[in-house]
Nanobody, 119 residues
Framework: QVQLVESGGGLVQTGGSLRLSCAAS????????MGWYRQAPGKQRELVAG???????NYADSVNGRFTISRDNANNMVYLHMNSLKPEDTGVYYC?????????????WGQGTQVTVSS
């Protein structure tokens, strides 16, 4: 069974930092792109950051310069380092990965981890 499991969410004050981790497990042949989305209450899910298998990154304008995405290809992990957090960063953060499973490239999602930034 292939799955993505996030960890590292929590409650932090404005200006604080958190690091989210996501582990991919199961019978995975290859992982292409990985990324993080978030969903605030009453809002649509939005892309926060993405990273290709070669390490090319992209960020939402709202987090550029504050968040850093990285990955550990040897261990099928992706991370999101979040600095200078703001109340508007509050939401459920989801890990996503495009993975080659039994000859088919598919998108997978984690269950989400809550990030709450208090003012």
């Amino acid at each position: 069974q292939v799955q993505l499991v996030e960890s590292g969410g929590g409650l932090v004050q404005t200006g604080g930092s958190l690091r989210l981790s996501c582990a991919a497990s199961g019978r995975i042949f290859a992982i292409n792109s990985m990324g993080w989305y978030r969903q605030a209450p009453g809002k649509q899910r939005e892309l926060v950051a993405g990273i290709t298998s070669g390490g090319t990154t992209n960020y939402a304008d709202s987090v550029n310069g504050r968040f850093t995405i990285s990955r550990d290809n040897a261990n099928n992990m992706v991370y999101l380092h979040m600095n200078s957090l703001k109340p508007e960063d509050t939401g459920v953060y989801y890990c996503t990965a495009r993975m080659l499973i039994t000859g088919i490239m598919r998108n997978f999602w984690g269950q989400g981890t809550q990030v709450t930034v208090s003012s």
